[in-house]
């Protein structure tokens, strides 16, 4: 890349306009972080770090400004920051405390190609013109150029060695005023952030992306988080084990993670071919991982430590292998690493999904009818397989057995509406539509969602609501659930920077809270109207602004009408909404339905799951409406068909 492009594009748009406080506030987090005891053992190297916490404050943020740009040359003419009234002086400062390199310093170490690296192409066709060269061209030919010119043009003097002296001369003449951060810094402090927080390198592992970097983590979480509240929930810190034991477990885990970075870059570009090489590679390291789980007796206490661990790195890369074979149409392979990933116990989560595609391989791919049967009834059998998933072995089971009828499958109740479409009517994908809905009066363009939500207010005596999907039940566990979120259990909280549990996504979230999630929904259950009312209005004023995960503030416009939306729902159906979302957070963050819409005067809510046309329910929003029928709360499917303008005439 080259300096000028470095310049100025690569600083995140969304944190380029923030108050100067807030990176003040970041540089003091990383000070405390780079000072932590705990760490000194964990990452030796560490005290290449301490001279930042020497550094004047404008200093430090300019440093954590650099660190989160792309490690390449910047032209320090480019560097204005409100923070950093006097730049100049500041980038002397991280210099002098080899944090910084200047190019300038350092032109004896570098090649003719690495100089051109910093190279602007204007700078290109002004370097190869006063070198009699060819100018015309693109960055790549007028480099080869200028290099082949130091390998193959000899002087009177000096031969091939003089010539790319008096080359690299003019380029160090020509050069711009550039900077880089210095690598050896950074990389200890990708470290200390993903040593501090590897829960964020898993945060989107349901998407199975994973970005193996401190910048990540600073940049994409702790900034944005920071961005959005700056105020972190008050928790006891309490640990009997480390997240990381020794430096060895670090780096085993980072290199794992690593090699998992690398199968999502080849999964990007269907390098299918690769991943499966990195499988082959590491296959013997994860049977000897399952050989010990399954010679393990005892459940192991502190399974969700477990996502930190070299092991739990390779069964997702495990995963992506499974992936590329059966893009391979390799089977028979397949169906051998569905097996062995069935005896991984830990990620039970996965089980219901690997029974399903074992049974479908067997039963399409392999044309193995008994052993699909098999597949499909031990997967009925596993207690670790999820209601959505059953239903998949349910449909599976009745193609393979004429005689079986399924027991876990779902209709719920569905409302079909007309709504005008702009591209007319028909079974093309929603997604290519443009509804048209009523906002006061007025014809407005929305999505199939809102239009929806638009209609039912209009039509269905709802006074209120929202298209908030997961967002709406997630919120609201956390505004009458704080007080266990955020209770004293051993190893689930590592610092004081936290949003939420490390074990929130694990069975043992559950688990670990059994008695108190039991006590407490069975006193919900009895609670008043004004009761439920008191729980909302104290946690508001306790809480509000401060961080949770999954806990949205700006969701209500204001605390009457989060009230009245609880008011609507009732003590009782809110004490078995709870019940059911907590005992698998993880698997029943997805499939809520998209609309909750509610009138207080009448005490009516409902959960409205929106489909356009060509669209169907998935095993998991069927799953939802389902449990909504057990509690008693009104859920049902709209189905909107487009028609033209004419038609509703």
């Known amino acids: 890349m080259s300096a000028n492009t470095a310049g100025q594009d690569n600083e995140p748009e969304d944190l380029a306009t923030d108050s100067p406080s807030f990176y003040f506030e970041v540089a003091e987090l990383i000070d405390s972080l780079i000072l932590t005891p705990s760490l000194t053992g964990l990452i030796p190297n560490i005290s290449t770090l301490h001279t930042y916490t020497h550094l004047t404050a404008p200093s430090k943020v300019l440093y954590i400004r650099l660190y989160l740009r792309k490690r390449s040359w910047i032209k320090s003419e480019t560097l204005t920051y409100n923070e950093v009234p006097d730049v100049p002086t500041s980038i002397q400062e991280l210099v002098t405390s080899s944090l910084l390199l200047k190019l300038a310093d350092d032109t004896e170490n570098l090649t003719v190609s690495e100089l051109l690296e910093t190279f602007s192409a204007r700078k290109l066709k002004d370097l190869c013109k006063n070198l009699k060269l060819q100018s015309t061209g693109n960055i790549s030919s007028l480099k080869d150029s200028v290099l082949k010119m130091c390998k193959k043009q000899r002087s009177l003097f000096g031969g091939v060695s003089y010539t790319t002296q008096r080359v690299k001369k003019k380029c160090c003449e020509m050069l711009d005023d550039l900077v880089k951060i210095s690598d050896a810094p950074a990389a200890v402090l990708d470290k200390v952030l993903i040593a501090s927080f590897p829960q964020h390198l898993l945060l989107y592992e349901e998407d199975d992306k994973m970005l193996l970097t401190g910048q990540h983590n600073l940049s994409r979480i702790l900034l944005s988080q920071f961005q959005v509240t700056r105020k972190f929930p008050t928790y006891k810190v309490s640990c009997t084990k480390p997240l990381f034991s020794s430096s060895h477990q670090l780096e085993t885990f980072l290199s794992a993670c690593q090699l998992e970075a690398q199968c999502h870059a080849h ?383």
């Open 267 to 649: 999964t990007q570009k269907h390098e299918w071919g690769k991943i499966e090489e990195i499988l082959i590679e590491n296959l013997p390291r994860f049977k000897e991982i399952v050989k010990t789980w399954q010679g393990t007796k005892e459940k192991p206490c502190d399974v969700h430590l477990l996502r930190f661990t070299e092991e739990w790195a390779l069964a997702r890369i495990m995963r992506h292998g499974l992936a590329a074979l059966q893009r391979l149409r390799k089977y028979e392979e397949a169906a051998s690493l569905l097996k062995l990933l069935l005896g991984y116990t830990p990620m039970w989560y996965k089980r219901g999904s690997w029974w399903e595609n074992l049974a479908l391989i067997y039963h399409f791919h392999l044309k193995k009818p008994e052993a699909a049967d098999k597949a499909v009834r031990a997967g009925l059998a596993d207690p670790s397989t999820s209601r959505d998933s059953k239903i998949a072995l349910e449909l599976r089971l009745s193609k393979l057995d004429r005689t079986f009828t399924p027991e876990f499958i779902f209709e719920p109740k569905t409302v079909t509406i007309d709504i005008v479409a702009l591209e007319g009517s028909g079974s093309a994908a929603n997604s290519k539509k443009i509804w048209l809905g009523n906002d006061n009066g007025e014809t407005v363009l929305c999505g199939v969602e809102d239009v929806t939500l638009n209609y039912y207010i209009n039509n269905f005596n709802f006074k209120e609501g929202f298209h908030c999907e997961g967002s709406v039940l997630s919120t609201l566990f956390s505004i009458f659930c704080w007080d266990i979120l955020f209770s004293d259990i051993d190893n689930v909280f590592y610092n004081q920077y936290q949003y939420a549990p490390l074990d929130l996504s694990s069975r043992e979230f559950y688990t670990n809270r059994r008695k108190q999630f039991e006590d407490y929904f069975s006193r919900l259950r009895e609670h008043s109207e004004q009761e439920i009312s008191d729980i909302v209005t104290n946690t508001w004023d306790l809480y509000h602004g401060t961080g949770c995960e999954g806990l949205n503030w700006d969701l209500f416009s204001d605390l009457d009408q989060c009230k009245r939306c609880v008011s609507s729902i009732t003590a009782p159906k809110l004490a078995k909404l709870f019940e059911t979302y907590v005992e698998d957070v993880r698997g029943r963050r997805s499939g809520v339905p998209d609309l909750s819409l509610w009138n207080y005067e009448t005490k009516e809510f409902i959960m409205v799951e929106v489909k356009g046309p060509g669209d169907s329910l998935s095993n998991k929003q069927r799953v939802w409406l389902s449990c909504l029928d057990e509690i008693g709360i009104r859920a049902e499917v709209c189905l909107v068909k487009a028609v033209s303008s004419k038609k509703l005439r």
